[in-house]
Protein backbone atom coordinates (compact mmCIF):
# COMPACT_ATOMS: atom_id res chain seq x y z
CA UNK A 1 0.00 0.00 0.00
CA UNK A 2 1.43 3.69 -0.79
CA UNK A 3 1.87 5.52 2.29
CA UNK A 4 2.83 9.33 2.07
CA UNK A 5 3.46 10.43 5.51
CA UNK A 6 4.39 14.29 6.21
CA UNK A 7 5.67 15.92 9.32
CA UNK A 8 8.24 19.03 10.12
CA UNK A 9 4.97 21.97 10.17
CA UNK A 10 4.43 23.92 12.87
CA UNK A 11 4.46 27.73 13.89
CA UNK A 12 7.39 29.57 12.78
CA UNK A 13 8.20 33.77 12.92
CA UNK A 14 8.37 35.72 10.04
CA UNK A 15 11.84 35.60 8.61
CA UNK A 16 12.00 31.40 10.02
CA UNK A 17 12.85 28.17 8.49
CA UNK A 18 11.55 25.30 8.23
CA UNK A 19 12.09 21.88 6.81
CA UNK A 20 9.31 19.40 5.50
CA UNK A 21 9.85 16.09 5.71
CA UNK A 22 7.63 13.15 3.32
CA UNK A 23 8.45 9.28 4.71
CA UNK A 24 7.55 7.26 1.29
CA UNK A 25 6.57 3.97 1.43
CA UNK A 26 4.75 0.74 -0.79
CA UNK A 27 6.04 1.55 -3.69
CA UNK A 28 10.08 2.20 -5.58
CA UNK A 29 10.52 5.58 -4.32
CA UNK A 30 13.33 6.31 -6.41
CA UNK A 31 11.75 5.52 -9.74
CA UNK A 32 8.95 8.40 -9.10
CA UNK A 33 8.81 11.82 -9.31
CA UNK A 34 7.00 13.68 -6.25
CA UNK A 35 5.95 17.22 -5.38
CA UNK A 36 5.17 19.27 -2.63
CA UNK A 37 1.60 20.99 -2.96
CA UNK A 38 0.28 23.30 -0.64
CA UNK A 39 -3.34 24.73 0.32
CA UNK A 40 -3.39 28.08 2.45
CA UNK A 41 -6.71 28.23 4.97
CA UNK A 42 -9.71 28.50 2.90
CA UNK A 43 -8.00 28.61 -0.40
CA UNK A 44 -7.17 26.66 -3.41
CA UNK A 45 -4.79 23.73 -4.35
CA UNK A 46 -1.28 25.79 -5.44
CA UNK A 47 1.46 23.53 -6.80
CA UNK A 48 4.98 24.12 -4.62
CA UNK A 49 8.06 22.19 -6.19
CA UNK A 50 8.66 18.60 -8.04
CA UNK A 51 12.00 16.63 -8.29
CA UNK A 52 12.97 14.26 -10.12
CA UNK A 53 15.99 12.32 -11.08
CA UNK A 54 16.79 14.92 -13.71
CA UNK A 55 15.08 17.91 -12.73
CA UNK A 56 13.64 20.19 -10.30
CA UNK A 57 11.21 22.96 -10.74
CA UNK A 58 9.55 25.73 -8.27
CA UNK A 59 6.56 27.52 -8.46
CA UNK A 60 7.57 31.69 -8.63
CA UNK A 61 6.53 32.19 -5.08
CA UNK A 62 8.83 30.13 -3.06
CA UNK A 63 11.80 30.46 -5.93
CA UNK A 64 14.89 31.10 -4.15
CA UNK A 65 13.52 30.76 -0.98
CA UNK A 66 12.51 26.96 -0.64
CA UNK A 67 14.47 23.59 -1.83
CA UNK A 68 13.67 20.99 -2.69
CA UNK A 69 15.34 17.46 -1.77
CA UNK A 70 15.28 14.11 -1.87
CA UNK A 71 17.35 10.65 0.20
CA UNK A 72 16.27 7.55 -1.94
CA UNK A 73 18.10 5.26 0.83
CA UNK A 74 15.73 6.59 3.28
CA UNK A 75 12.41 6.97 0.71
CA UNK A 76 12.16 10.39 2.02
CA UNK A 77 11.39 13.98 0.28
CA UNK A 78 11.98 17.38 1.79
CA UNK A 79 11.31 20.98 1.50
CA UNK A 80 13.31 23.30 2.85
CA UNK A 81 11.56 26.60 3.65
CA UNK A 82 13.70 29.82 4.19
CA UNK A 83 12.82 33.19 4.57
CA UNK A 84 9.23 32.40 5.50
CA UNK A 85 6.48 34.98 5.26
CA UNK A 86 2.49 34.91 6.17
CA UNK A 87 1.65 33.98 2.62
CA UNK A 88 3.60 30.80 3.10
CA UNK A 89 0.75 29.49 5.92
CA UNK A 90 -0.84 26.49 4.23
CA UNK A 91 -1.38 22.70 4.74
CA UNK A 92 1.88 21.43 2.62
CA UNK A 93 0.86 18.06 1.16
CA UNK A 94 3.50 15.72 -0.24
CA UNK A 95 1.94 13.78 -3.44
CA UNK A 96 3.83 11.38 -5.66
CA UNK A 97 3.97 12.00 -9.65
CA UNK A 98 2.86 9.96 -12.03
CA UNK A 99 2.68 12.73 -14.57
CA UNK A 100 -0.74 13.35 -12.74
CA UNK A 101 -0.73 13.28 -8.66
CA UNK A 102 -2.20 9.92 -8.13
CA UNK A 103 -1.16 9.50 -3.96
CA UNK A 104 -1.05 12.44 -1.48
CA UNK A 105 -0.02 12.52 2.25
CA UNK A 106 -2.18 13.65 4.87
CA UNK A 107 -0.47 17.26 4.78
CA UNK A 108 1.39 19.48 7.35
CA UNK A 109 0.18 22.52 8.77
CA UNK A 110 2.54 25.83 8.61
CA UNK A 111 1.90 28.97 10.18
CA UNK A 112 3.92 31.81 9.85
CA UNK A 113 3.26 34.07 12.17
CA UNK A 114 4.75 36.89 15.00
CA UNK B 1 3.01 29.63 -16.62
CA UNK B 2 0.15 28.15 -18.02
CA UNK B 3 -3.30 30.01 -16.71
CA UNK B 4 -6.46 27.12 -15.78
CA UNK B 5 -9.72 28.83 -15.22
CA UNK B 6 -12.48 27.10 -14.14
CA UNK B 7 -16.32 27.59 -14.44
CA UNK B 8 -18.44 28.22 -12.76
CA UNK B 9 -16.66 28.93 -9.22
CA UNK B 10 -19.65 27.18 -7.28
CA UNK B 11 -23.25 25.33 -8.12
CA UNK B 12 -25.77 24.58 -6.04
CA UNK B 13 -27.43 20.54 -7.22
CA UNK B 14 -29.40 17.93 -6.27
CA UNK B 15 -28.86 14.42 -5.52
CA UNK B 16 -29.37 12.82 -8.99
CA UNK B 17 -28.98 16.07 -10.87
CA UNK B 18 -26.13 15.91 -13.96
CA UNK B 19 -23.24 18.29 -13.46
CA UNK B 20 -20.79 19.33 -15.33
CA UNK B 21 -17.52 21.83 -14.91
CA UNK B 22 -15.12 22.91 -17.00
CA UNK B 23 -11.34 23.77 -17.66
CA UNK B 24 -10.25 26.56 -19.81
CA UNK B 25 -6.22 26.03 -20.45
CA UNK B 26 -4.79 29.67 -21.76
CA UNK B 27 -2.75 27.53 -24.37
CA UNK B 28 -2.97 23.77 -25.49
CA UNK B 29 -2.19 21.12 -23.57
CA UNK B 30 -3.17 18.16 -25.09
CA UNK B 31 -5.02 15.79 -23.00
CA UNK B 32 -2.35 16.52 -19.92
CA UNK B 33 -5.10 17.33 -17.42
CA UNK B 34 -6.52 15.74 -14.17
CA UNK B 35 -9.11 16.62 -11.68
CA UNK B 36 -9.21 16.10 -8.60
CA UNK B 37 -11.74 16.13 -5.40
CA UNK B 38 -11.51 17.18 -2.23
CA UNK B 39 -14.05 17.11 0.72
CA UNK B 40 -14.09 19.46 3.97
CA UNK B 41 -10.48 18.88 5.80
CA UNK B 42 -9.54 15.93 3.52
CA UNK B 43 -6.55 15.15 1.27
CA UNK B 44 -7.16 16.15 -2.80
CA UNK B 45 -8.34 12.66 -4.35
CA UNK B 46 -7.66 11.94 -8.12
CA UNK B 47 -10.54 11.07 -10.01
CA UNK B 48 -9.25 11.49 -13.57
CA UNK B 49 -6.65 11.79 -15.33
CA UNK B 50 -5.50 12.27 -19.39
CA UNK B 51 -8.12 14.09 -19.36
CA UNK B 52 -10.75 11.13 -19.59
CA UNK B 53 -9.43 8.00 -17.91
CA UNK B 54 -10.79 7.11 -14.81
CA UNK B 55 -8.95 6.82 -11.45
CA UNK B 56 -9.12 3.01 -10.25
CA UNK B 57 -11.67 3.05 -7.72
CA UNK B 58 -13.33 6.30 -8.95
CA UNK B 59 -17.29 5.36 -9.98
CA UNK B 60 -18.20 5.00 -13.43
CA UNK B 61 -20.78 8.48 -12.75
CA UNK B 62 -17.75 10.50 -13.00
CA UNK B 63 -16.38 11.45 -16.38
CA UNK B 64 -14.55 13.68 -18.38
CA UNK B 65 -13.48 14.85 -21.58
CA UNK B 66 -11.84 17.73 -23.77
CA UNK B 67 -8.13 17.87 -25.19
CA UNK B 68 -6.24 20.85 -25.94
CA UNK B 69 -7.76 23.91 -24.29
CA UNK B 70 -11.15 22.81 -23.08
CA UNK B 71 -11.99 20.35 -20.54
CA UNK B 72 -15.24 18.61 -18.91
CA UNK B 73 -15.37 16.98 -15.70
CA UNK B 74 -19.07 15.41 -15.81
CA UNK B 75 -20.71 13.45 -12.86
CA UNK B 76 -23.59 11.64 -14.14
CA UNK B 77 -25.71 11.35 -10.92
CA UNK B 78 -24.81 13.31 -8.42
CA UNK B 79 -24.62 11.72 -5.03
CA UNK B 80 -24.52 12.86 -1.47
CA UNK B 81 -20.77 12.14 -0.81
CA UNK B 82 -20.11 13.96 -4.56
CA UNK B 83 -20.62 17.38 -2.12
CA UNK B 84 -17.14 18.68 -2.69
CA UNK B 85 -14.94 20.98 -4.25
CA UNK B 86 -13.05 19.79 -7.74
CA UNK B 87 -9.94 21.24 -9.06
CA UNK B 88 -8.25 20.50 -12.49
CA UNK B 89 -4.42 20.27 -12.87
CA UNK B 90 -2.67 20.76 -16.05
CA UNK B 91 0.83 18.35 -16.04
CA UNK B 92 1.57 19.37 -19.71
CA UNK B 93 4.61 21.65 -18.01
CA UNK B 94 5.91 23.09 -14.95
CA UNK B 95 4.99 25.18 -13.68
CA UNK B 96 2.00 22.84 -13.11
CA UNK B 97 -0.84 24.61 -12.42
CA UNK B 98 -4.05 24.39 -10.97
CA UNK B 99 -7.44 25.76 -11.18
CA UNK B 100 -8.98 27.50 -8.54
CA UNK B 101 -11.29 25.13 -7.51
CA UNK B 102 -15.45 24.21 -8.44
CA UNK B 103 -17.42 24.01 -5.01
CA UNK B 104 -20.46 21.70 -5.49
CA UNK B 105 -23.11 22.62 -2.92
CA UNK B 106 -26.51 20.69 -1.85
CA UNK B 107 -29.59 23.15 -3.27
Known amino acids: EVQLVESGGGLVKPGGSLRLSCAAS????????MNWVRQAPGKGLEWVSS??????YYADSVKGRFTISRDTAKNSLYLQMNSLRAEDTAVYYC?????????WGQGTLVTVSS | AIQMTQSPSSLSASVGDRVTITCRAS??????LGWYQQKPGKVPKLLIY???SLQSGVPSRFSGSGSGTDFTLSISSLQPEDFATYYC?????????FGQGTKVEIK
Open chain 1, 26 to 33: GFTFSSYS
Open chain 2, 89 to 97: LQDYNYPRT
Open chain 1, 51 to 56: ISSSYI
Open chain 1, 95 to 103: AREMSYLDY
Open chain 2, 50 to 52: AAS
Open chain 2, 27 to 32: QGIRND
